[in-house]
C-alpha cells in the first residue's frame, strides 16, 4: 500500500469498531476525494443528486465528481452546477454500469474513491461519513445505505436549499425501508464471524481508496446486465482481506421504488445467480455438485510431495479429487529446499495432466495464483487424507482463521482463510493477529463422517438462509439476534410485494 497514506487495517475478524479507538472519531477532513457517478440518460434525476452533493458538510475543495456517461443517446454536457465536475464518455456496449465504474476510477484525479449511482441523493453528512474510515485505514470498504422513495414532485431548488435531513421532503407511505438493514441485525453490524459479510454492499453508495480497489481488480466488467457486479466485488474486497465497514450515516435516498419494474429486477437478478455461483465460493451461492468446476475453487491445496513415492502422492490427489465436497485446485510442490522428484511430475502428468485443476511445480505461490479462494490447505501427509476429508476440516477450523491437524509423526494438514492470509502480508504479522488459530493432535487422519443425507438448499432459497443462521444460535442473545433477523427479513419479503 502507499506509504504516504493511512495503514492497512490490524483488527480481528472485521471488528471495525476496533478501530475507533485509534482516531476515526476524531476525524478532521484533510484528503482530497473523487465521487464517481455513472450516468445513462437521466437528467431530470442526476440534477437531484447533484443538489444534494452540493448541500455535503465535506470542504467543498476537497472533492470532486467525476460523472460518467455511458454512452447515452443525447451525450451529457457538463452540467450546470459551482461543483467541480468532469464528464467522461465511454461507448454505449449495452449495460455497462461495472465498466462505468472502472472508468470513473481510473479518471479520478484522487486517492479517496466514492461510488454514487446517478438516482442516489445523499444526505449531507455522506461524504464525510465515508471518507473519515479512508483517512484512517488503505484497505477499508465503506458501505452505505438508502432508502427507495418517489423524488419527482421535487425540483433541484428545492434540495439545494433545503435544510435538516431530506426524509421530509418525502411521503412516509412511499419510502421503502433499507434492504440492508436485516443484515446488520444478523451480523451484529458487521462484526461477527460470518463469511458472507460482503453481501450487504450496495454499488450505488461504497468507498475505496484507489489503490485498494486495484488491488481487488475493480468491477468485473463482464456484468452486462442488471445485478450481481456489486456483490462479486465486495466479495474480493473481502476475501483480499478488506475491512468492511457500515455507515448507516452515509444514507441516500434512491430515486424510485423498489417495486418499480420489479418483475424485470429480480428476473435479471435470478439470471444473475449461476454466474455468481462460479465466481463465489460459499454454499450459500453454490450448491453442492460433486465432480463440478468452478472459476473461483474454494480450496487451493498445496501437495508436498517429501519423500513420498510417486504413486503415493498420485493417490493422494486421486483421493483429494474424488472427494465429494472437494471443490479445489491441487498444486504439487517440493518440501521447502528440495526439488520435486522427476518420477513424482512423470507419473501425475500422466495420470491428471488432462485436468486443469492439478498444477505441478507450480511458480507462483498460492496466495498469488488464487487470490480469491476463501481457503487455503497445505498437506504433508501419507498416506493422507481420505474421500470426504473436506468436511471434516471445515468443521475443525469453524469460524477460527487457521488450525492445523497433526497425526503420526510428521503428517499434518493446515487449512487457512484467505482473507487472514492477505491482511498478513500486507501488515507483516502473523494469521493469530486477525482471528483465533488451534493446532489438534489425532492418532489417525481426519476423515469424512458419511455423505450429507440431503443436499444443502441452493443459493437465494429462504430455507437455506434460515437454516445457517439457526446454526450460530447458542445462547440467549444469539437467539434474540436470529428471531430479530428473521422478523426484519420476513417485513422486508413483505414489502417488496407492495
Known amino acids: ?67 460518467v ?74 458501505l452505505g445505505m438508502h432508502s427507495y422513495t418517489d423524488a419527482r414532485h421535487l425540483s433541484p431548488e428545492a434540495v439545494r436549499t433545503h435544510r435538516g435531513p431530506l426524509g421530509p421532503l418525502f411521503q412516509s407511505d412511499m419510502i421503502d425501508p433499507p434492504w440492508n438493514r ?28 484507489k489503490e485498494f480497489y486495484q488491488v481487488i481488480g475493480g468491477t468485473d466488467e463482464s456484468f452486462t446486465s442488471y445485478g450481481g457486479e456489486d456483490t462479486e466485488m465486495a466479495y474480493r474486497a473481502y476475501v483480499r482481506g478488506g475491512l468492511l465497514v457500515p455507515l448507516p450515516e452515509a444514507f441516500a435516498w434512491h430515486q424510485g421504488r423498489w417495486a418499480e419494474n420489479r418483475q424485470a429486477k429480480e428476473e435479471a437478478l435470478a439470471a444473475q445467480r449461476e454466474r455468481l455461483a462460479s465466481l463465489i465460493p460459499l454454499p450459500e451461492f453454490r450448491s453442492f455438485s460433486p465432480g463440478r468446476t468452478y472459476a473461483v475453487p474454494r480450496h487451493i491445496v498445496t501437495v508436498e510431495a517429501g519423500d513420498h513415492q510417486p504413486h503415493q502422492v498420485a493417490e493422494q490427489v486421486q483421493s483429494l479429487l474424488a472427494d465429494p465436497e472437494g471443490d479445489l485446485a491441487i498444486r504439487i510442490e517440493p518440501s521447502e529446499g528440495r526439488v520435486l522428484d522427476e518420477g513424482v511430475v512423470s507419473l501425475v502428468n500422466t495420470r491428471f495432466g488432462s485436468d486443469p485443476r492439478v498444477l505441478v511445480a507450480p511458480t507462483e505461490a498460492a496466495l498469488d495464483e488464487f487470490p480469491v479462494s476463501p481457503f487455503q490447505v497445505r498437506l504433508a501427509t501419507a498416506p493422507g487424507l481420505a474421500g470426504g476429508a473436506f468436511h471434516e476440516l471445515q468443521r475443525r477450523v469453524a469460524d477460527r482463521v487457521a488450525v492445523t491437524i497433526r497425526w503420526g509423526s510428521s503428517n499434518y494438514a493446515t487449512i487457512e482463510r484467505t482473507w487472514a492470509l492477505h491482511r498478513a502480508r500486507r501488515t507483516g504479522r502473523l494469521v493469530d493477529a486477525f482471528g483465533d488459530v488451534a493446532t489438534m493432535r489425532l492418532r489417525i487422519a481426519p476423515r469424512a463422517r458419511g455423505k450429507r443425507p440431503w443436499h444443502w438448499p441452493r443459493h437465494g432459497s429462504d430455507i437455506h438462509r434460515v437454516l445457517e443462521e439457526l446454526r450460530r444460535v447458542r445462547d440467549v442473545r444469539s437467539g434474540w439476534r436470529f428471531l430479530r433477523w428473521l422478523g426484519a427479513a420476513a417485513r422486508w419479503r413483505l414489502g417488496k410485494r407492495t
Open 69 to 142: 456517461d455511458d454512452g447515452s443517446s443525447t451525450p451529457l454536457d457538463t452540467p450546470l452546477t459551482d461543483l467541480e465536475v468532469a464528464v467522461v464518455r465511454q461507448d454505449d456496449r449495452g449495460f455497462g454500469l461495472a465498466r462505468a465504474r472502472n472508468t470513473g476510477a481510473r479518471a479520478a484525479s484522487y486517492e479517496i474513491l466514492i461510488f454514487l449511482d446517478c438516482d442516489m441523493m445523499p444526505e449531507a453528512g455522506y461524504l464525510s461519513a465515508h471518507a473519515r474510515w479512508h483517512h484512517l485505514v488503505s484497505d477499508a470498504l465503506t
Open 182 to 209: 436485516r443484515h446488520l441485525i444478523r451480523t451484529q453490524d458487521l462484526t461477527t464471524r460470518h463469511d458472507d459479510l460482503f453481501r450487504m454492499v450496495q454499488g450505488g453508495n461504497f468507498g475505496i481508496r
Open 1 to 67: 500500500m502507499d506509504s504516504t497514506g493511512p495503514s492497512p487495517n490490524v483488527v480481528r475478524y472485521n471488528d471495525w469498531r476496533e478501530a475507533l479507538s485509534r482516531g476515526a472519531s476524531k476525524f478532521k477532513p484533510s484528503a482530497p476525494l473523487s465521487v464517481v457517478v455513472p450516468y445513462y440518460e437521466a437528467p431530470s434525476v442526476l440534477a437531484l443528486t447533484l443538489a444534494a452533493l452540493e448541500r455535503q458538510t465535506y470542504p467543498r475543495e476537497l472533492f470532486e465528481v467525476v460523472m
